[in-house]
């Protein structure tokens, strides 16, 4: 079912495009990012640096709202926690979360 977050494709779309479409091309770059990022705090959890992992959350924390997509936001937030944790199989399966929703990131909703 889709809801205001998703577009008629299922993939998540920014809110900040939708407001105005002129932030389409900085949002790309957002989306563009979204892997290297994701695969940085893979690496991180793989070498149990939480320091690392705890910084790399918070800042896709910040950017994920920031550029339209809530649902990053709040999935970072649980990470950054699980992280100041040293919780490493919450760290786990965050990212795993974290990571498909990713995939799931569109620029649009008529994407």
Known sequence: MADRTTNQ?????????????????????????????????????????????????????GTGGGYGYPILSYRAAQLEEYASEQALDQCLDSIEELKGLCEQVVVDYTE
């Open 9 to 61: 494709s299922g993939g998540i779309g920014s809110e900040l495009v939708r407001e105005n479409i002129l932030f389409a091309d900085i949002v790309s770059q957002f989306v563009a990012g979204l892997g290297e990022r994701v695969r940085q705090m893979e690496d991180a959890i793989q070498t149990a640096d939480f320091a690392a992992l705890q910084v790399a959350a918070h800042h896709l924390k």
